[in-house]
């Protein structure tokens, strides 16, 4: 699922017109802008679920809980907690609100959570783990309730 998502970002980003070395920011915010657009067309019937199947939402909660509660655990849910934003509506296959924080995902729990590849990274948002593809700033997927 994680494969197919990327091999269709990266085939409609190859249809876009490039963006040259040393584009001004209006050109950067156009570009994804259209690359954003362009996925929402192509995954217009996205459903939580789509990337973050049964077995790997699981897998996610309890390698989130056990970190939680490890020792060391308090200083990663204070990290999480103090970072993330907390009243953001988030829908899949919308966009990440512009203005809101990128909730951190810690490097230690970062190690522990399947690996992404470089289009797509973890946040925290509200009490969801989300899934935002990075380049075109949009919710992929996400688990809703990872966090206490």
Do not use: M
């Not at 362009?38 to 056990?66: N, W, Y």
């Not at 690996?115 to 992929?140: G, Q």
């Amino acid at each position: 699922r994680l494969d197919s998502y990327v091999e269709l970002h990266k085939r409609l980003k190859a249809g876009l017109p490039p963006l040259l070395p040393g584009s001004d920011p209006a050109a950067i915010a156009e570009h994804q802008q259209r690359l954003a657009n362009a996925i929402r067309t192509a995954r217009k019937d996205a459903r939580p679920g789509d990337i973050f199947s049964e077995r790997i939402r699981l897998q996610v909660l309890r390698i989130v809980h056990a970190e939680l509660s490890a020792p060391g655990g308090a200083a990663t849910r204070t990290a999480i907690l103090e970072d993330r934003p907390t009243a953001v509506a988030l829908a899949i296959n919308a966009l990440y609100p512009p203005n809101a924080p990128l909730g951190l995902v810690p490097p230690a729990l970062l190690l522990k959570l399947p690996a992404l590849p470089e289009e797509l990274e973890y946040r925290f948002a509200n009490r969801d783990l989300v899934l935002r593809d990075a380049v075109a700033n949009i919710v992929v997927d996400l688990v809703a309730g990872v966090l206490p």
